[in-house]
C-alpha cells in the first residue's frame, strides 16, 4: 500500500508539471499574439509618423515659399532704389552743366590786343621762347648725327621735362562728374558679369533651361525647391524605415526565443508524458498482477 501512494504521488506530481508546461504554453502562445499586436501597432505609428512628415513638408514648402517671394520683393526694392537714385544722378549732371554754362556764361572774355598794341615784355618772351626751341632741335640734330657715324665723343645729353601728374578734378566739375560715371558704369558692368556667369551656371546645372535668364532664374528656384522637398522626403522614409527595422529586429529576436523555449517545454513536455505513461503502465501492473492470479487459481 505504501508503495501504491508513492506511486500515486509521482503521478500527480507528474500532472501538476503537465498541467504547468500546457499552461507555459498557452502563455508562450499569447505572448506570441502580443507580438503580432505590436508589429501592428509599430505599422500604425509608421503611418502617423509618415502623415506628420508629411504635414512637415507641407509647412517647408510654405516657408520656402514665402522666404522666395520676400527676397524677390527685396530685389524690387532694391532695383527701384537704384533707378531713383540714377535718376537723381541724372538730375544733379544736368544742375551742374547748367550751372556750369552760366558761370562760362558769366566769366569775362579775356581782351585781344591787336598786334601794335601788344606789350614789349610778352614779345621778348616769345622771341626767348622760339630761341629755346631751335636751340632744342640743334641739340637733337647733333645728337642724331653723332648715333648714325659711331662717334665715340660724348653725345650732349636732351634732358625733357618729365611729364606731370594729372591733376585731380575738381568736385563738382564735369570732369569729376565724367569720372564719377565711368566709375559706376565700371562697377554696374562687373555685377553684371557677375550675375551673368552665376545664371550661366545654374543653366549648365538645371536641366531644360531657356536661354532667357528670368526663365533661367525661375526654372533653377523650381528645381531648388523639389530637389528640397525630395531631400525632406527621402530623409523621413529613410528615418521611418531605420525605426520599423529596428523594431522588427527586436521582435524577431523575442520571436527567435519564444520559439526555443516552446520548443524546450515541448520536448519536456514528451518527456514527461512518456514517464507518466510508464509508471501509469507498472502501477497497472502491481495493482492489476494479484487479481489476476487469484482467477487463475480460481
Known amino acids: 500500500m505504501e508503495n501504491n501512494q508513492d506511486v500515486q504521488e509521482v503521478l500527480n506530481t507528474l500532472s501538476n508539471s503537465i498541467s504547468a508546461s500546457e499552461s507555459f504554453a498557452s502563455s508562450n502562445e499569447s505572448f506570441a ?45 532694391q532695383q527701384v532704389q537704384q533707378l531713383k537714385e540714377e535718376q537723381q544722378h541724372q538730375q544733379q549732371q544736368q544742375q551742374d552743366q547748367q550751372d556750369q554754362h552760366q558761370q562760362q556764361q558769366q566769366q569775362p572774355q579775356p581782351q585781344v590786343l591787336p598786334p601794335q598794341e601788344q ?70 558692368r562687373r555685377r553684371r558679369e557677375t550675375i551673368n556667369d552665376g545664371i550661366n551656371g545654374l543653366a549648365k546645372m538645371v536641366p531644360n533651361c531657356d536661354k532667357n535668364k528670368g526663365s533661367i532664374l525661375k526654372e533653377a528656384v523650381k ?36 520559439e526555443a523555449t516552446i520548443h524546450s517545454l515541448n520536448v519536456q513536455h514528451e518527456q514527461l508524458k512518456r514517464e507518466y505513461e510508464e509508471l501509469r503502465q507498472k502501477m497497472d501492473e502491481a495493482e492489476g498482477g494479484p487479481s489476476t492470479k487469484k482467477q487463475r487459481t480460481e
Open 33 to 77: 499574439a502580443s507580438i503580432a499586436k505590436a508589429a501592428s501597432a509599430v505599422a500604425a505609428m509608421e503611418s502617423t509618423h509618415y502623415a506628420e512628415q508629411q504635414q512637415k513638408d507641407h509647412e517647408q514648402l510654405q516657408r520656402i515659399a514665402a522666404q522666395h517671394q520676400q527676397e524677390v520683393q527685396q530685389e524690387q526694392q
Open 119 to 188: 606789350d614789349p615784355t610778352t614779345a621778348v618772351l616769345q622771341a626767348a621762347a622760339l630761341q629755346d626751341e631751335q636751340h632744342q632741335q640743334v641739340l637733337q640734330h647733333i645728337a642724331t648725327a653723332a648715333a648714325e657715324a659711331g662717334s665715340t665723343l660724348a653725345t650732349v645729353p636732351i634732358t625733357a621735362s618729365s611729364p606731370q601728374p594729372p591733376a585731380k578734378a575738381a568736385v563738382g566739375s564735369a570732369e569729376w562728374h565724367k569720372i564719377r560715371r565711368d566709375n559706376h558704369k565700371e562697377v554696374e
Open 223 to 258: 528645381y531648388i525647391k523639389s530637389v528640397l522637398v525630395e531631400n525632406e522626403r527621402l530623409t523621413g522614409e529613410i528615418a521611418v524605415a531605420t525605426t520599423a527595422k529596428y523594431e522588427i529586429e527586436k521582435y524577431l529576436m523575442e520571436k527567435s526565443v519564444a
